[in-house]
C-alpha cells in the first residue's frame, strides 16, 4: 500500500530502538538481580515488566506496519487487537500498582505507569477503527502514540534504574 511506504524510516527507528531497549532492560535486570531488594517481585510486576511491554509493543506494531500489507484491513485488526490488549494491560499494571508494597507510587508513576500508557493504547485502538475511513490521519495517530509509548518506556526504564542505583542501594548500606 502506497500510505505505508511513506512510514518506511518512522517504523524502522522505532523498532529499531524499541529493540535495542529491550536488550537494554535484560542487561539491566540481570545486573540488578545480583542482589535483589526486599519486594521485588511484586514490585517488577508492577513497574519493571510493564516497561518490557511497551517496548515490545512499539517493537511489535513497527514489524507489522511495515509488512507488505495489500489492504489496510487485516493490519488494522491486529493493530486494534494491540491497542485494546494494552488498555486490558495497563488497567492489570494499575492494580498490580496498588497492591505491591515495596514502593509508594507518585503522581509521575502513576502519570507514566498507568495514564500514559493508557492514553497510547487507546489511541492505537481508535486509529484501528478510523483507518478504513481516515488512513493518512490514522497512520499519524498510531505513529504518535507508539513514541508516546516508547517515550513513557525509556522514562520508566530509567526511573527504576536510578531508583535501584540511588535508593535500593543506599537502603542496603544502611
Known amino acids: 500500500m502506497p500510505e505505508f511506504v511513506e512510514w518506511d524510516s518512522f517504523y524502522v527507528i522505532?523498532?529499531?530502538?524499541?529493540?535495542?531497549?529491550?536488550?537494554?532492560?535484560f542487561v539491566v535486570m540481570t545486573l540488578i538481580a545480583e542482589r535483589p531488594p526486599q519486594g521485588a517481585k511484586e514490585?517488577?510486576?508492577?513497574?519493571s515488566t510493564p516497561t518490557i511491554?511497551?517496548?515490545?509493543?512499539?517493537f511489535f506494531?513497527?514489524?507489522?506496519?511495515?509488512a507488505p500489507w495489500h489492504t489496510i484491513n487485516t493490519?488494522?485488526?491486529?493493530?486494534?487487537?494491540?491497542?485494546?490488549?494494552?488498555?486490558?494491560y495497563t488497567v492489570i499494571v494499575a492494580r498490580r500498582m496498588l497492591r505491591q508494597s515495596a514502593y509508594e507510587p507518585e503522581f509521575e508513576d502513576w502519570a507514566f505507569h498507568g495514564?500514559?500508557?493508557?492514553?497510547a493504547y487507546a489511541a492505537i485502538a481508535a486509529t484501528a477503527l478510523a483507518a478504513a475511513?481516515?488512513?493518512n490521519e490514522a497512520l499519524f495517530g498510531v505513529g504518535g502514540a507508539l513514541l508516546l509509548l516508547l517515550f513513557s518506556a525509556i522514562?520508566?526504564?530509567?526511573?527504576?534504574?536510578?531508583?535501584?542505583?540511588?535508593?535500593?542501594?543506599?537502603?542496603?548500606?544502611?
Open 61 to 66: 506494531l513497527s514489524a507489522i506496519l511495515r
Open 43 to 47: 514490585g517488577t510486576a508492577a513497574f
Open 14 to 25: 522505532v523498532g529499531s530502538c524499541a529493540g535495542a531497549l529491550i536488550g537494554l532492560q
Open 75 to 88: 493490519v488494522a485488526v491486529l493493530w486494534g487487537l494491540v491497542g485494546v490488549g494494552g488498555i486490558a
Open 133 to 135: 475511513f481516515h488512513l
Open 115 to 119: 495514564v500514559l500508557p493508557f492514553i
Open 53 to 58: 511491554v511497551h517496548f515490545a509493543t512499539a
Open 155 to 174: 522514562h520508566n526504564a530509567w526511573d527504576g534504574v536510578a531508583y535501584q542505583v540511588l535508593v535500593g542501594r543506599r537502603s542496603e548500606k544502611d
